[in-house]
């Protein structure tokens, strides 16, 4: 059971950053609504998982397949949760994860991507996913770089498979303000992709608890949010 004192918290941390993303969204001359909200559940169990959702988040992420799998199950009676596969997805996942229709972000190779696009034909089903981008080249990051991105644009279109838009990642302990300059550079490369591809990729998905108003300046719509939501609030 959640005690009413975790409940509270949760729904303050909700609405702090629901605040924070709106200030951010009016600062910097964004569509209202144009900024969704993923709240990344991977740190929390399933019973704080549906609190979260309780208090309204509505978008779920989580970076294991297994437990994108496990969790969802317990929502089988909420068709009003949008569930975001935010971490790597190897192939032999992906027979099990494409009847939650997640929105997977972190389609990182060509082979994934013709992974996904054969699973989904057998399934007969339309899949929606973002193209993870290694923007700095980092070697320790994950994601495409940006010229097997481009490789990976001038394939496309690929069956049953929609590419919607990019996801991107500042490497680990980078400073915000470096991070914004990096989620300039993913959006910069969607603009220059719509351009020569005529390929439209509205989303980008970029932006974690110490970024995201870095990340809505810079153009994101979709803000993955973890550690934030949970703050002050320990797991039994
Ligand atoms: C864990 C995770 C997040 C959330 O990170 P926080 O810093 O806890 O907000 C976002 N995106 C991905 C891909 C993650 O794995």
Request: aromatic letters at 4%; hydrophobic letters at 40%; a negative charge.
């Amino acid at each position: 059971m959640i005690d009413e004192s975790t409940r509270s918290r949760l729904k303050a941390n909700w609405q702090a950053v629901q605040d924070e993303v709106s200030e951010a969204v009016d600062r910097y001359r964004r569509d209202p609504g144009s900024v969704s909200i993923i709240g990344v559940s991977k740190y929390v169990d399933v019973e704080l998982t549906k609190a979260l959702c309780d208090v309204g988040c509505s978008n779920l992420g989580e970076s294991r397949p297994q437990s994108l799998w496990e969790k969802s199950a317990h929502f089988t009676d909420n068709g009003s949760v949008h569930w975001h596969m935010i971490g790597h997805l190897q192939r032999n996942k992906i027979r099990r994860t494409l009847p939650i229709a997640p929105l997977i972000h972190s389609v990182d190779s060509q082979r994934l991507l013709d992974a996904i696009s054969e699973e989904a034909e057998l399934q007969g089903r339309n899949v929606s996913v973002l193209l993870e981008v290694n923007i700095s080249g980092d070697q320790a990051k994950t994601g495409l770089l940006r010229k097997e991105l481009f490789e990976v644009m001038e394939q496309a279109p690929v069956a049953h498979v929609q590419i919607k838009g990019l996801m991107a990642m500042a490497g680990r302990g980078t400073d915000p303000i470096e991070a914004g300059k990096q989620f300039e550079l993913v959006r910069q490369a969607r603009d220059e992709i719509e351009q020569q591809f005529d390929h439209p990729l509205p989303e980008l998905s970029m932006g974690m608890s110490g970024d995201f108003v870095q990340a809505i300046t810079a153009g994101a719509t979709m803000v993955r949010i973890g550690s934030r939501l949970f703050e002050g609030i320990v797991q039994r």
